[in-house]
């Protein structure tokens, strides 16, 4: 009788051990959305974040722009309000122009890339065989780090958006996305640091949508992937809705599948675009409202987590005091929410 009851009672113990490790899982899967220091100074987003089941807000868009926001009065509003409810708080930056000062150029051009004619140009993202190139970045990288610091130890600096990279003898071997890696790791030895538990994105988007092979990441090195270039009308296996350059909707997954070769699924972010209002109104204000595909939506997070990825967030820019003032009744925001629970 009694050793029924000891059987029991440790039948019991470990059901609530596994319960208790499903909710840690559960909660800590990103639920997210990025969106731009505009939309943050204006609108309440902790707060609506936390009424419609989002857990991480990212913000947007280059780092002295977030910085000057996080240190004014707004921006400690929004700290505070992120921390009452719980809200989980990352930077997702187009950062290169930042962490290579164009001005750099007039002392050293051999840090910036080379054009297809062979000439040195400030224009966009750098020079990876340079390593006082690999070294400024590294350097600014840690510094935006320590004042811009995510409270889930998730980094993202990107380099110029779908930008040439270094056409060098030294770097022409390397496609963008290992020129991008190359960087990332730097990055990261850099900003760990400082936090030892950081980690770090890949972003694989437009040109570095291709997987890399001649370059390894290091540990902490993450996928983020941002398939741009899609209907967001059909869902992401749709092979024929048309999209301009790759092909069709489907591709997406050839370059996801392949990233995730290279890339382990459990640490992936999907970087989507369902919520993005900048993007349907042509990036250009007054803001049109949001075109909700729920369907394709959803099917999409069917599709993503049938690969394994936990980590599913959207820009949402555009979606400011303005927008919710004009189009007052965002049933998508819950939908998103609760399709991501």
């Known amino acids: 009788m009694k050793t029924n009851i000891r059987i029991g009672l440790l039948l019991i113990a470990a059901s609530l051990v596994v319960s208790a490790c499903n909710q840690q899982e559960t909660s ?21 974040a936390h009424e419609n089941g989002i857990n ?5 868009i280059t780092p002295d722009q977030v910085l000057r926001f996080w240190k004014s009065e707004k921006g400690q509003k929004f700290q505070a309000g992120c921390q009452k409810y719980g809200i989980m708080v990352e930077h997702e930056l187009h950062a290169m122009s930042a962490l290579l ?20 140009t400030p224009d966009y993202n750098c020079c990876v065989s340079s390593s006082r190139a690999l070294d400024t970045i590294a350097s600014r990288a840690l510094y935006y780090a320590r004042n811009l610091t995510a ?9 110029d958006d779908g930008a040439p990279i270094c056409q060098c003898p030294q770097c022409a071997q390397y496609s963008a996305s290992e020129q991008a890696l190359i960087i990332e790791n730097r990055m990261l030895e850099s900003i760990r640091s400082f936090d030892p538990k950081a980690s770090l994105a890949h972003l694989a988007y437009f040109s570095t949508l291709q997987a890399p092979r001649k ?39 050839d370059f996801l599948k392949e990233n995730l070769e290279v890339f382990p699924a459990k640490t992936a972010v999907v970087l989507d675009y369902w919520l993005d209002v900048s993007m349907a109104s042509g990036w250009k204000k007054p803001a049109v ?12 997070i069917t599709t993503y987590k049938s690969m394994g990825i936990q980590h599913i967030t959207t820009f949402a820019v ?8 004009t189009y007052p009744t965002p049933y998508y925001l819950k939908e998103y929410g609760d399709a991501l629970k």
């Open 151 to 159: 409270t889930n130890h998730r980094y993202y600096f990107w380099l």
């Open 101 to 120: 000062p164009r001005e750099l150029f007039s002392e050293d051009t051999t840090m910036f890339r080379m054009d297809e004619y062979g000439r040195r």
């Open 56 to 60: 991480t807000i990212g913000t947007h």
């Open 318 to 325: 555009y979606m400011d005091s303005t927008y919710f003032s």
């Open 28 to 48: 800590s899967r990103m639920r997210g959305v990025v969106l731009s220091v505009e939309d943050l100074e204006t609108a309440d987003w902790p707060r609506i």
């Open 289 to 300: 409202e949001l075109p909700w595909n729920s369907d394709a939506f959803k099917a999409d």
């Open 215 to 253: 370059v390894k990441p290091h540990e902490g090195i993450f996928l983020e992937f941002a398939p741009f270039q899609r209907r967001l009308d059909k869902p992401i296996t749709d092979s024929i809705a048309e999209v301009h350059n790759i092909g069709c909707n489907a591709k997406n997954l």
